[in-house]
């Protein structure tokens, strides 16, 4: 059986941790990691998508080892979607002052 140290947790790859049943979510899972640095909110996506997945193919959880995944790969989205959204809109914003008010080259609003 699959034991996750929560300690650990933010040491974990997401796509070491699907079980084999589910071993079609783990690109979507690597995608997800390898994107998390630019794009936290498409990496959150991914995420959603891959639990998802997860559910349709399991749906009772009744395969070693997908009731835990799936509470994991729950557990760290809850953890992850207030500060995607909000980390979204300060980099659109951010952008948005750098091209048009810092540079004054247009006189756009938001």
Same mark, same amino acid.
């Given at each position: 059986?699959?034991?996750? /140290? +929560?300690?650990? /947790? ?6 070491? @941790?699907?079980?084999?049943s589910?071993? &079609?979510?783990?690109?979507i @899972?690597r995608?997800?990691?390898?994107i ?7 990496a959150? @996506? ?5 639990? !998802?997945? &997860?559910? *349709?193919? /399991?749906?009772?959880s009744? +395969? ?6 799936k *509470? #994991?790969?729950?557990h760290?989205?809850?953890?992850e979607?207030? *500060?995607s959204?909000?980390? !979204?809109?300060?980099? #659109? #914003?951010?952008?948005? #002052?750098?091209?048009n008010i810092?540079?004054? !080259?247009?006189?756009? *609003?938001p």
């Amino acid at each position: 059986m699959m034991m996750i /140290d +929560r300690n650990e /947790d933010e040491n974990i790859i997401d796509s070491e @941790l699907v079980p084999s049943s589910l071993a &079609a979510i783990a690109l979507i @899972l690597r995608v997800a990691n390898d994107i998390e640095a630019d794009n936290p909110r498409v990496a959150y @996506l991914c995420r959603f998508h891959a639990f !998802e997945r &997860a559910h *349709t193919m /399991d749906p009772t959880s009744s +395969r070693r080892g997908v009731r835990q995944f799936k *509470t #994991y790969l729950l557990h760290k989205l809850q953890e992850e979607e207030p *500060t995607s959204d909000s980390n !979204e809109i300060q980099t #659109y #914003y951010q952008n948005f #002052y750098e091209d048009n008010i810092e540079n004054r !080259e247009g006189k756009k *609003t938001p």
